[in-house]
């Protein structure tokens, strides 16, 4: 197990409210297994727990992608606003609860668990705040599972015994610069705990039905799913020529859940055939190849010159390349500029050097 579910000790977490909604048989089914992460859920985790620990205090981690620093000081700005426009003179004063693990208890035994970004507390008025670091779709507040299911739990705490209202938001620069604020008192709180109440119970009853789908990306069990192997073959079957509108809006939604499957899958049997080359019967992980690249253009050009290969023009002109995002970092660190300022600073002076191409456009779904 790694330490996600030691610290979840492998019981329901909010975070995953929004898939046993979708799927209530998927947490008994995925109970003890690890998530297996394709290198790029790998580095959008590794990524985003930089920029929390950055947001929870600044002097325990530098960032060094200036892409990073720009999205974290972008949520503490916001996060600044949304704590004074919910508490006003009173915002310096704020009971602050991060990263701190809420639990749910039925009984004496823990049954469920959350884990707020940022939580902000004066008098019987808080703040759930959530940080979402990519560029990923994420249900508003007042359609968020997580929220609602997280106010419950702060709630029900040693920290909500004097609650009358709480605020949720999602922060996400890269998607919002303005989030949007949703309020639960009174009738709302209770309804926000009756459907946790309710979904604890459909999740924990071992007849519990599975429905595979776009939330398979995120589940434990992918692998091991009836359901989740049926939609594979049930793409591995599909003629899109022969279907209907209809038909291929649903094969294009299924599409997406495949391909989460399918990259867990190749995730899974590197990491086997890394430990084990014969593991896997009629496949085996090639030799790993090799990039060169240049690490001192200085050098290189100096030794070349002298050996009479190339002159300084045809260097500079057959020879170098360069990336506009790396001359982004690159002014940001010398000008010592934010990312944006960055950016615009170089639009600016190099726009007739700069060659825009059209990029295809991507399906999205609506």
Not at 124 to 135: E, G, W
Not at 187 to 207: H, M, R, T, W
């Amino acid at each position: 197990m790694n330490n996600q579910i030691d610290e979840r000790q492998d019981l329901p977490s909010a975070s995953s409210v929004s898939r046993y909604a979708a799927c209530p048989g998927s947490y008994l089914l995925s109970c003890g297994i690890t998530e297996v992460q394709t290198p790029e859920m790998k580095e959008w985790a590794e990524a985003g727990n930089r920029i929390h620990m950055w947001l929870e205090d600044p002097n325990f981690i530098t960032l060094e992608d200036p892409n990073e620093l720009e999205v974290a000081e972008a949520c503490a700005a916001q996060r600044s606003e949304l704590v004074q426009r919910i508490f006003g003179e009173n915002a310096d004063h704020v009971k602050k609860i991060k990263e701190d693990r809420l639990w749910l208890l039925v009984g004496r035994k823990r049954a469920f668990s959350g884990k707020g970004d940022d939580i902000s507390i004066y008098g019987d008025t808080a703040l759930i705040i959530d940080f979402k670091t990519n560029r990923g779709d994420i249900p508003e507040s007042p359609k968020n599972r997580q929220l609602r299911s997280l106010l419950v739990l702060l709630l029900l705490s040693e920290h909500g015994q004097n609650l009358r209202t709480i605020h949720v938001a999602i922060i996400q620069p890269l998607v919002n610069r303005q989030p949007l604020i949703c309020a639960y008192e009174g009738d709302d709180l209770v309804a926000a705990a009756k459907e946790l109440s309710e979904l604890l119970k459909a999740i924990n009853d071992p007849a519990a039905p599975r429905f595979a789908g776009e939330q398979c990306k995120f589940c434990p069990a992918k692998f091991k799913c009836p359901e989740a192997k049926a939609l594979l073959d049930a793409m591995a079957q599909a003629d899109p020529d022969t279907l209907d509108m209809e038909h291929l809006s649903k094969l294009l939604t299924a599409a997406a859940a495949c391909d989460a499957i399918i990259k867990a899958v190749r995730a899974r049997a590197k990491t086997i055939l890394k430990e084990n080359a014969a593991a896997i019967p009629g496949w085996t992980i090639g030799k790993p190849g090799s990039i060169r690249s240049i690490t001192d253009p200085f050098a290189v050009f100096k030794v070349l010159s002298e050996a009479n290969m190339l002159t300084r023009d045809q260097f500079l002109t057959d020879c170098v390349s360069v990336g506009i995002g790396d001359l982004e970092k690159a002014i940001a660190k010398s000008q010592k500029l934010k990312p944006a300022e960055a950016k615009s600073t170089v639009n600016a002076l190099c726009a007739e050097f700069i060659e825009v191409k059209p990029k295809e456009a991507s399906l999205e779904k609506l």
